[in-house]
T-cell receptor
C-alpha cells in the first residue's frame, strides 16, 4: 500500500535560518509525483512544490527546494531564509499515475508544524 | 480570478440532519475531490470525480454522498448516517486525475460542527 511518513510532528527554526522537513514514502509504482503543501492556521492548503519520480534534478521554487533521494524514498522540503510567515503546518503528499488499479488520488502524510522564531 | 470556492465557511448540523457543503471551481478542471481533515491530522479522501456525471468512493465514503451534474460543481452531503461529522472539509480540483504531475488546488475549506 502507498504511504507517506512525516516523522517530525513539530519543528522550530530561527528567523532567516534554513530548515528541513522530512518526508519518506512507500510505493511500488514507478511513476508518481511528490508534492508539498503549506496549511496556515486559516486552513487553506497552498501548493508549494512538485517533484516527479523521473525527474533527474531536485525541484526548486523560490525559497523552497526538494531534496529528492529516490533510492531512499525520501523527499525532504528545504526552506531557506525562514520568515515569520512560514509558520504553518506542512504536508507531504504523493500522487500515483492513474491506471492499473490506482485512482490518481493524493496520499497525505500526518504533517509537520513549523514555528519560526523571531 | 480563477479558483475554488467553498461555502459556507462554518456550518452547524443538528442531530439527524443532512447538510450540504458547496464546492465550485472556475479553473476548467476535470477532476474534483473531497477530503476530510481532523485536528492535527492529514487529509483523507471521501469522494472524487474525474468527469461530469461520474464519481467514485474514496477511503472514508460512508455517511457521505456527492453529485457531479456540472463540471464546475461538486457538492458534498453529510448525511445523518455520518455519526462523527465534526471536521474540516476541503474540496480540491486538478486538470486531469490521470496525470501524476498535476497538483490539486484547494478551496478554503468548511468547518462543520454538531450542535
Amino acid at each position: 500500500a502507498q504511504k507517506i511518513t512525516q516523522t517530525q510532528p513539530g519543528m522550530f527554526v530561527q528567523e532567516k535560518e534554513a530548515v528541513t522537513l522530512d518526508c519518506t514514502y512507500d510505493t511500488s509504482d514507478p511513476s508518481y509525483g511528490l508534492f508539498w503543501y503549506k496549511q496556515p492556521s486559516s486552513g487553506e492548503m497552498i501548493f508549494l512544490i512538485y517533484q516527479g519520480s523521473y525527474d533527474q534534478q531536485n525541484a526548486t521554487e523560490g525559497r523552497y527546494s526538494l531534496n529528492f533521494q529516490k533510492a531512499r524514498k525520501s523527499a525532504n522540503l528545504v526552506i531557506s531564509a525562514s520568515q515569520l510567515g512560514d509558520s504553518a503546518m506542512y504536508f507531504c503528499a504523493m500522487r500515483e499515475a492513474f491506471g492499473g488499479g490506482n485512482t490518481g488520488k493524493l496520499i497525505f502524510g500526518q504533517g509537520t508544524t513549523l514555528q519560526v522564531k523571531p | 480570478d480563477g479558483g475554488i470556492t467553498q461555502s459556507p465557511k462554518y456550518l452547524f448540523r443538528k442531530e439527524g440532519q443532512n447538510v450540504t457543503l458547496s464546492c465550485e471551481q472556475n479553473l476548467n478542471h476535470d477532476a474534483m475531490y473531497w477530503y476530510r481533515q481532523d485536528p492535527g491530522q492529514g487529509l483523507r479522501l471521501i469522494y472524487y470525480s474525474q468527469i461530469v456525471n461520474d464519481f467514485q468512493k474514496g477511503d472514508i465514503a460512508e455517511g457521505y454522498s456527492v453529485s457531479r451534474e456540472k463540471k464546475e460543481s461538486f457538492p458534498l452531503t453529510v448525511t445523518s448516517a455520518q455519526k462523527n461529522p465534526t471536521a474540516f472539509y476541503l474540496c480540491a480540483s486538478s486538470i486531469r486525475s490521470t496525470d501524476s504531475n498535476q497538483p490539486q488546488h484547494f478551496g478554503d475549506g468548511t468547518r462543520l460542527s454538531i450542535l
